[in-house]
């Protein structure tokens, strides 16, 4: 089974590694890949660099973990980008994979809003959650709205890493310090770049 983790990753910072890699491993997962978002239709109006550079820092985050790989499905095709459009993408082309899904917990009470997301979740053989306490979500309610949900949900306890990537965008524009929570090549792109000023 392969993980296929969407995102925008404005930049990555270590709460996905460690989300990724802990999803790996409770799963067994043969492969995390990372499915770097061209144009999230969920953020319209937010600017977002350009997707060379996001591309380019997943690939300085991952390239030490033979487990995880980087994913351009989102890229190569005309955007808005949707998730069922990926895991349809992804099944044609590799109809021998399974598949799980990872998402946050925020992602999930999200779902019925989402493009499709009966189809999502037949084409997904698991949808692995980051349980966040701080986001509530009822899942027997969600199963109601999107039968078949709860059978292929995993929920997934993580060490908390209280970092998002808007905070890390807010203190490299502000010069605060964010070189540790984000792998040190991708510290090091941010600087050499000039992102985030």
Same mark, same amino acid.
């Given at each position: 089974?392969?993980?296929?983790?969407?995102?925008?990753?404005?930049?990555?910072?270590?709460?996905?590694?460690?989300?990724?890699?802990?999803?790996?491993?409770?799963?067994? @997962?043969?492969?995390?890949?990372?499915?770097?978002?061209?144009?999230?239709?969920? %953020?319209?109006?937010?600017?977002?660099?350009?997707?060379?550079?996001? @591309?380019?820092?997943?690939?300085?985050?991952?390239?030490?973990?033979?487990?995880?790989?980087?994913?351009?499905?989102?890229?190569?095709?005309?955007?808005?980008? *949707?998730?069922?459009?990926?895991?349809?993408?992804?099944?044609?082309?590799?109809?021998?994979?399974?598949? =799980?899904?990872?998402?946050? %917990?925020?992602?999930?009470?999200? @779902?019925?809003?989402?493009?499709?997301?009966?189809?999502?979740? %037949?084409?997904?053989?698991?949808?692995?959650?980051?349980?966040?306490?701080?986001?509530?979500?009822? @899942?027997?309610?969600?199963?109601?709205?999107?039968?078949?949900?709860?059978? %292929?949900?995993?929920?997934?306890?993580?060490?908390?890493?209280?970092?998002?990537?808007?905070?890390?965008?807010?203190?490299? =524009?502000?010069?605060?310090? *964010?070189?540790?929570?984000?792998?040190?090549?991708?510290?090091? *792109?941010?600087?050499?770049?000039?992102?985030?000023?």
């Amino acid at each position: 089974m392969i993980g296929v983790f969407g995102g925008t990753f404005d930049p990555p910072h270590i709460g996905h590694l460690v989300l990724a890699d802990e999803a790996r491993f409770e799963l067994d @997962l043969s492969k995390v890949l990372w499915v770097v978002t061209g144009e999230p239709p969920h %953020k319209p109006d937010r600017p977002i660099i350009p997707v060379e550079h996001r @591309l380019r820092m997943v690939e300085l985050a991952i390239q030490n973990d033979s487990a995880f790989g980087l994913s351009r499905l989102e890229v190569d095709r005309p955007g808005p980008h *949707y998730a069922v459009d990926t895991l349809a993408e992804l099944a044609e082309a590799r109809p021998d994979h399974e598949r =799980a899904y990872v998402m946050g %917990k925020d992602s999930l009470r999200d @779902l019925p809003a989402w493009r499709s997301p009966d189809r999502f979740v %037949k084409l997904s053989d698991a949808i692995v959650v980051l349980n966040r306490p701080d986001v509530e979500a009822n @899942l027997e309610e969600l199963d109601i709205q999107i039968p078949g949900l709860a059978d %292929k949900v995993h929920f997934l306890e993580v060490p908390v890493v209280d970092v998002t990537s808007r905070d890390i965008r807010r203190r490299v =524009a502000s010069g605060k310090p *964010y070189r540790y929570l984000v792998a040190r090549a991708v510290a090091d *792109y941010i600087a050499e770049q000039d992102l985030y000023r």
